[in-house]
């Protein structure tokens, strides 16, 4: 088994999402790619505003093309900095524990 991975170019939906995100939640805005297994990758986008959003795709390496594509988003970890710089409000709690 290799490690290599075949990119997938994101999709115009998927880079249209990414942008609208920066767009509301301001520049620059933080990327974290994650590996979701089977289903792919999740992106998660940290707005500069403390927002959360996300955008799946198919793979970490289509992950790591949309945030190259988009401009003023930039690639993060769940480093101390990113962390602190997102804002959970209520609403999302909520959701998160599934009320």
């Known amino acids: 088994m290799t ?3 075949t ?3 994101p999709t115009g939906a998927q880079l249209a999402a990414a942008r609208k995100f920066v767009q509301a939640h301001g520049k620059p805005s933080r990327a974290v790619v ?3 297994g089977r289903a792919g990758a999740r992106v998660v986008l940290v707005g500069a505003d403390g927002a959360l959003g996300d ?19 930039s ?5 101390a900095e990113t ?3 997102t804002k959970i409000g209520p609403e999302h709690r909520r959701k998160m524990a599934g009320k």
Not at 56 to 72: F, I, K, N, Q
């Open 83 to 85: 962390v602190k710089a």
């Open 55 to 73: 955008v799946v795709v198919p793979s970490v390496a289509t992950g790591e093309a949309l945030v190259e594509a988009v401009e003023d988003l």
């Open 3 to 5: 490690s290599e991975e």
């Open 75 to 79: 690639p993060a970890a769940w480093d």
């Open 34 to 36: 994650e590996n979701i």
């Open 7 to 9: 990119v997938v170019a």
